[in-house]
T-cell receptor
Framework: NAGVTQTPKFQVLKTGQSMTLQCAQD?????MYWYRQDPGMGLRLIYY???????DKGEVPNGYNVSRLNKREFSLRLESAAPSQTSVYFC????????????FGSGTRLTVV | DQQVKQNSPSLSVQEGRISILNCDYT??????FLWYKKYPAEGPTFLIS?????DKNEDGRFTVFLNKSAKHLSLHIVPSQPGDSAVYFC???????????FGKGTSLLVTP
C-alpha cells in the first residue's frame, strides 16, 4: 500500500545511546517532516525537508539531526539520547505546499531510560 | 509560544448529536487551516481543510467554519458516530508554506 513507512515502531534506548529513525514514502512527495507528539503538547515540528537536498530546523530541533537521503527517505538521528526525548515520533510527507495535507506514518514510540 | 490553540482537551457527545470542536490562532499570516483525526497507535489522517478566502467548507458529515476577524475556526460533526471517537488536531499554515503548526488536540468521545 502506498504511504509513509516508519521503522522501528518501538524502541527503548539507554541515556547516551544513539539511534536513527527511518522514514520512507512511495508517493513521490517533495516535502518530508519529522514531528514529535508528547502528552498535552500536540505535534511539534523537529525538522523538515522542503525538497530533496534541503533541510530546515523546526520548533524543537535540539538534540536531533536529519538526512534527506533521496526523494523517498528522510531519517532522524539522535546522537546521544536523553530521557526528555521520550516521545512518539511521526514522519509525514506532502506533494508540495501544505494545502494538500500531510500523509503521516504510523509513528515510532521511543523510550529513553 | 503556541500559535494554534485548542483550549478544550476533551469533549463528550452522545451519538446522533452535533460535535463542535474549536480552534483559535494568533498568527494573522495563516491562510490555510486543516483538521486531522488521530486514533490511538496510528498516525494522524487528514480530515478537512479550508482556505482563508472561504468561511465554510463541507464534506459529508464534517463542516469547518472560519471566522477570520476572530481568528477562530470550528469543526462540526453531524451526526456524531461512535467511530468518530478520536483526537482531533487543528493545524494552520502561512502562505501555503511548507510546515504546519498544530494545536494540542481535542479528544472526542462519542457515546452510544
Amino acid at each position: 500500500n502506498a504511504g509513509v513507512t516508519q521503522t522501528p515502531k518501538f524502541q527503548v534506548l539507554k541515556t547516551g545511546q544513539s539511534m536513527t529513525l527511518q522514514c520512507a514514502q512511495d508517493m513521490n512527495h517533495n516535502s518530508m517532516y519529522w514531528y514529535r507528539q508528547d502528552p498535552g503538547m500536540g505535534l511539534r515540528l523537529i525538522y523538515y525537508s522542503a525538497s530533496e537536498g534541503t533541510t530546515d530546523k523546526g520548533e524543537v530541533p535540539n538534540g536531533y539531526n536529519v538526512s534527506r537521503l533521496n526523494k523517498r527517505e528522510f531519517s532522524l538521528r539522535l546522537e546521544s539520547a536523553a530521557p526528555s526525548q521520550t516521545s512518539v515520533y511521526f514522519c509525514a510527507s506532502v506533494a508540495g505546499a501544505t494545502t494538500y495535507g500531510y500523509t503521516f506514518g504510523s509513528g515510532t514510540r521511543l523510550t529513553v531510560v | 509560544d503556541q500559535q494554534v490553540k485548542q483550549n478544550s482537551p476533551s469533549l463528550s457527545v452522545q451519538e446522533g448529536r452535533i460535535s463542535i470542536l474549536n480552534c483559535d490562532y494568533t498568527n494573522s499570516m495563516f491562510d490555510y487551516f486543516l483538521w486531522y483525526k488521530k486514533y490511538p497507535a496510528e498516525g494522524p489522517t487528514f480530515l478537512i481543510s479550508i482556505s482563508s478566502i472561504k468561511d465554510k467548507n463541507e464534506d459529508g458529515r464534517f463542516t469547518v467554519f472560519l471566522n477570520k476577524s476572530a481568528k477562530h475556526l470550528s469543526l462540526h460533526i453531524v451526526p456524531s458516530q461512535p467511530g468518530d471517537s478520536a483526537v482531533y488536531f487543528c493545524a494552520a499554515s502561512a502562505n501555503s508554506g511548507y510546515a504546519l503548526n498544530f494545536g494540542k488536540g481535542t479528544s472526542l468521545l462519542v457515546t452510544p
